[in-house]
């Protein structure tokens, strides 16, 4: 039966409109940029994170190293605060001011969170996957039968009218 996450048990409010202190729900994102990339997807992703962060959710999140910061191209590792916890994967950036160059750093982004996703500890309870790089869902998809791990996919740049004209929706 399927019951969305506003209406799951351990995520119901408190009065005060925050979730419960033992919330033993655990969100890991995945993501390809997150700040301090200036890229939108970064920069909502993390808006997202630190809210939920706030309401008492524990939330891991993976990413690829500064793609577009500005004079910035190597961020920490690990990054911590109180209810987050940031990964960053060691594969550096390859020829990105080209597209056949930003393909293949997507596909290696995407080999490298796979690899993350192996260990046990990375997973979460709920994954979160964007669509930077466009294939990333392809994992969620893989996480889910391998693991049966529930996974969200945040979908970008989706225009309807190609939708419609491609006949996958009407």
């Keep these: 039966m399927h019951q969305s996450f506003t209406q799951h048990p351990d995520l119901m409010m408190t009065e005060n409109g925050k979730l419960p202190t033992r919330c033993p729900i655990g969100l ?13 997807t970064g920069q909502l992703i993390e808006e997202l994170a630190t809210n939920l962060g706030h309401q008492g959710m524990q939330v891991q999140i993976f ?4 793609g577009y910061a500005f004079g910035q191209s190597y961020a920490p590792p690990i990054e911590r605060s109180e209810k987050l916890l940031v990964r960053r994967s060691r594969a550096t950036l390859v020829l990105s001011d080209r597209i056949r160059g930003k393909a293949l750093n997507g596909i290696l982004f995407c080999l490298r969170a796979g690899l993350h996703l192996l260990k046990t500890a990375s997973r979460g309870d709920i994954l979160l996957l964007t669509t930077a790089p466009p294939f990333l869902p392809i994992l969620g998809y893989l996480a889910n039968l391998c693991f049966g791990l529930p996974y969200v996919c945040l979908l970008y740049d989706l225009y309807p009218d190609v939708a419609v004209q491609l006949k996958v929706s009407s």
């Design 28 to 40: 890991s994102i995945i993501t390809q940029f997150y700040p301090p990339d200036y890229a939108a």
């Design 63 to 66: 990413t690829g190293q500064p």
